[in-house]
Each structure stands twice: as structure tokens, then as C-alpha cells.
């Protein structure tokens, strides 16, 4: 029994992307100057995006058009496939019917380019010639380095230093699209060389590169660019999910449940917010469940509250669950996934129940990445590994419910630089690793 494709032709690439701001149904707390506790306005962003990207970051129309010249690059890879996973229902002998959303056939690898690609933009029509950016597993750095390119750009990329040395191929590929690439902590930036006088030996953390690559924009006259978190960014994403809702209505199908991996809250909310906006605007009820690793558990294990972006505290405070912007997770290979807040929009769904939150410990998600990779073909990334794991415990319950349940994922990205993480796994060498609760409530009160 093979999978079966379900294409859309290049025409019908979504025009615009998906707000989901207008539609929630309570109000987001705004980001505050963490002097003052005062919420700040889009001028508080002006030293590090530029206008466009501002403009978006507080849009209020529920759709912005795709620029023409972002579409057409877009169409190197998009419309992406979606697949539905007919050899995995088999091998699991469930009645679920389980999609997913193929985006391992962009020029990278992963989701990443579709924001990667309109961010460049965005500056360079702005004028700017240099982006910074931070990077945990590569996914991230390696797309805008390829945006950088096609738009013109020079690029920097703070790459966490336990994922550089983890993942050496996604740093080549960086530099094969012409961006500098450094292991975070660095002694290039005062932040980097604050983190490594006090622990030389820094595994470094999505936090402390983030802080890195802010400090390297606004004292050099570059931008910066962030990879996910931000409402701009999981906009961008809804091509994901706009392209899958047309897809399935192909298929003749709807999804009972939604599943994406969250670190930052791009990839779940690319693939999840056009069935959300279904969800507040009709009457439909499609669950959207989130997944998130045991050893960064954010979404269920942090805390609802006003916290930095960054380690150094150089970002206004957003409210959103974080694990304090002290945290440094432990160095599982899911490097995407090691940040210590979420999305303040993601953050709030989870609180309003809108949204659930699991999460795992990795040695259980490379087992379902497994079972995946013998029955579909495709070695995912560390990251989505979360996601299957998830879809696999959904195909279960539905096979001992007797249910038949439309379930779909986002295939996020391939695993095909993830071999080091997969050869570990085969050979027993990875260590599960939950977050304990006191660390979890030190790292809060370093919060101001």
C-alpha cells in the first residue's frame, strides 16, 4: 500500500498570508520596556526590523498580500506536497486517516524559507545590507542565508555552540550560501563574552545567540532577523496551512486533529492557525495539539508571564510561558527546540485552552521517527520527531477507540543532516533528561 500525493499546480499558491491576531477571541498582552513595566509601542523594534517587517508585527487586517517577488521565489518549492501516510496507518493497523504536510522539498530543508524569504525582502527594499540572526539546529540560519543570497544580503549567523558542533553540515551549508556562521557564545559581543567569563564551557542556548545577534545589529547599523516567536513570523508560516486546507478539501477530507512540534511556534502555527481561524469563525472544533520536548518543556511546564526574549535582557518583555531567559537547556539534538519562551500568541492559546501542549523525551520521539522512516521513506528532523510521536499516540487511541480520526501533521523538514542524532539513538547513547521543577523556579526568579 503506498502513500498517496496530493499536489496543488503553482497557481493557486496562496496571495496572501493569514493575521490570526483580528480573530482571537481575547486581548494579547503587549510587549512592555522592562524599566518602566509600560507597554511599549512598534517603536521599541525600530533599531532591529525594519519598517515592512514592524508594519506586519501589528497588522490588524486578517490577510496581508505576498509580494509579487517573494511569490515567485516562493515557487522554487511551494506549493508543497501533502501526503497522506497510508504505510504508517498500516504498520500502526489504525482506522485514523493521517496527512502530512511535506515541507522537506524547500531549497534548506525545512518550513524555514517562508519566512526567511519575505524578511529578506522586507530589508532590502528598507535599504539595509546585513541581517544578523541566532540558530539552534540550522534549519533557521541555513534559510536565511539562502534568503540573504537571493535577495543580495551579506549575513551573520550566531549558531548555539553545542548544535555547531553537533550539526557541522547545516554550518556548511550557511557558508555555501555566503553567511559567516559562529559558535555561540562568542567573544565577538559583550553578552557572548558576559556568558563565557561566567561559564567558559557554555553550551550556549537560543537565548544567549539571540542576545548576540542583537547586539551585533544595533551597534554595527545591520538588522536582525528572528527565525520564530514573533507574530510576523508565524504569519508568514500560514502558506503552510493554507496550502494543506485546499489540499485535503482534494483529499475530500478535514482534520479531526492538528499537530505541529513548538519551540518558538512557527512551524505549529503555520500549519495550525487557518484550521484555528476555522475553529473561531464556524463550527468546527479540529484539536490543535502543540509538542514540545520533556527536557525544554515551555508550554507545560513554564509560566505565563512577562519575560525577555533573550538572555541578556536586551528585548522589551513579552508575555508568553517561559522557563526564565536564564534557562539553558540540556543539549538534546532537537536543537530547535531549546528555547526558553514561545510564542506570545501560541503562549496565550495554550492559556485560553484553545490549544494543548505535550511534550516528550527524546529517546520515545527517535522511536517514532523510526517507525516513520520504515514506513513513509522519509528520516525526519529531530524536531518533528516530537509531532509523530504525538500523531502515533493519536493513531493508537483511534485504533483501540475503533475511531477513524483525520489526523495531519507538519513534516517540518528532513533529517538527512540529523545522522550523528540517528547513529546515537541506534546505539543507546541518548539520555532522556526532564527539567526538574526547583531549576524551573530559579530561573523564574531571575526574572526582574
Not at 537565548?207 to 510576523?232: C, F
Request: glycine share 8%; with cysteine; aromatic share 10%.
Amino acid at each position: 500500500m503506498e502513500r498517496t500525493k496530493y499536489l496543488l499546480d503553482e497557481k493557486r499558491m496562496p496571495e496572501s498570508w493569514y493575521n490570526v491576531a483580528p480573530d482571537l477571541p481575547f486581548e494579547l498582552a503587549p510587549p512592555i520596556a522592562p524599566d518602566t513595566r509600560e507597554p511599549v509601542g512598534p517603536e521599541a523594534f525600530e533599531a532591529i526590523f525594519p519598517k515592512g517587517i514592524i508594519e506586519q508585527e501589528v497588522a490588524t487586517e486578517r490577510f496581508v498580500e505576498i509580494p509579487e517577488e517573494v511569490r515567485e521565489i516562493y515557487a522554487l518549492w511551494r506549493p508543497t506536497p501533502l501526503f497522506r501516510a497510508r504505510r504508517l496507518e498500516k504498520a500502526l493497523d489504525t482506522p485514523a486517516h493521517i496527512y502530512y504536510k511535506y515541507e522537506g522539498v524547500s531549497p534548506t530543508g525545512s518550513h524555514k524559507p517562508n519566512t526567511a524569504v519575505p524578511q529578506a525582502y522586507y530589508n532590502r527594499v528598507a535599504g539595509v545590507e546585513r541581517l544578523t540572526t541566532e540558530t539552534g539546529a540550522g534549519q533557521w540560519g541555513s534559510s536565511l542565508a539562502f534568503a540573504c543570497q537571493a535577495m543580495g544580503l551579506e549575513c551573520t549567523v550566531y549558531m548555539v555552540r553545542v548544535s555547531y558542533g553537533q550539526k557541522p553540515y547545516r554550518r556548511i551549508m550557511m557558508e555555501t550560501f555566503g553567511a559567516e556562521v559562529f559558535p555561540s557564545p562568542t567573544d565577538r559581543t559583550g553578552a557572548g563574552r558576559a556568558v563565557l567569563e561566567e561559564s567558559p564551557d557554555s553550551p550556549g542556548s537560543l537565548g544567549i545567540a539571540i542576545s548576540e545577534a542583537v547586539e551585533d545589529a544595533v551597534t554595527s547599523g545591520a538588522k536582525y532577523s528572528l527565525g520564530s516567536v514573533l507574530n510576523h513570523v508565524l504569519m508568514h508560516q500560514t502558506v503552510i496551512g493554507e496550502e494543506a486546507l485546499e489540499q485535503l478539501e482534494m483529499a475530500g477530507e478535514y482534520p479531526d486533529v492538528v499537530v505541529g512540534c513548538a519551540g518558538g511556534g512557527s512551524n505549529f502555527g503555520g500549519v495550525a492557525f487557518p484550521f484555528l481561524r476555522d475553529n473561531l469563525t464556524t463550527d468546527r472544533n479540529t484539536r490543535l495539539i502543540a509538542v514540545e520536548p520533556s527536557s525544554c518543556p515551555t508550554l507545560t511546564k513554564g509560566r505565563f508571564t512577562y519575560d525577555f526574549g533573550d538572555a541578556a535582557g536586551m528585548t522589551p518583555m513579552m508575555k508568553m510561558y517561559t522557563l526564565g531567559h536564564s534557562f539553558v537547556p540540556p543539549g538534546i539534538h532537537a536543537g530547535g527546540l531549546r528555547y526558553h519562551g514561545d510564542s506570545p500568541i501560541l503562549s496565550a492559546l495554550v492559556n485560553e485552552g484553545l490549544v494543548e501542549a505535550r511534550a516528550y523525551p527524546q529517546n520515545a520521539t527517535f522511536a517514532a521517527g523510526l517507525e516513520f522512516a520504515k514506513a513513509e521513506g522519509i528520516i525526519p528532523a529531530p524536531e518533528v520527531t516530537h509531532a509523530i510521536k504525538a500523531v502515533r499516540d493519536l493513531a493508537v487511541e483511534a485504533r483501540e477507540a475503533g475511531e477513524r480520526k483525520t489526523i495531519l501533521f507538519n513534516l517540518c523538514g528532513h533529517g538527512y543532516f540529523d545522522m550523528a542524532a540517528y547513529e546515537r539513538y541506534l546505539a543507546g547513547d541518548l539520555k532522556d533528561l526532564e527539567h526538574p521543577e526547583e531549576e524551573i523556579e530559579r530561573a523564574i526568579a531571575r526574572i526582574p
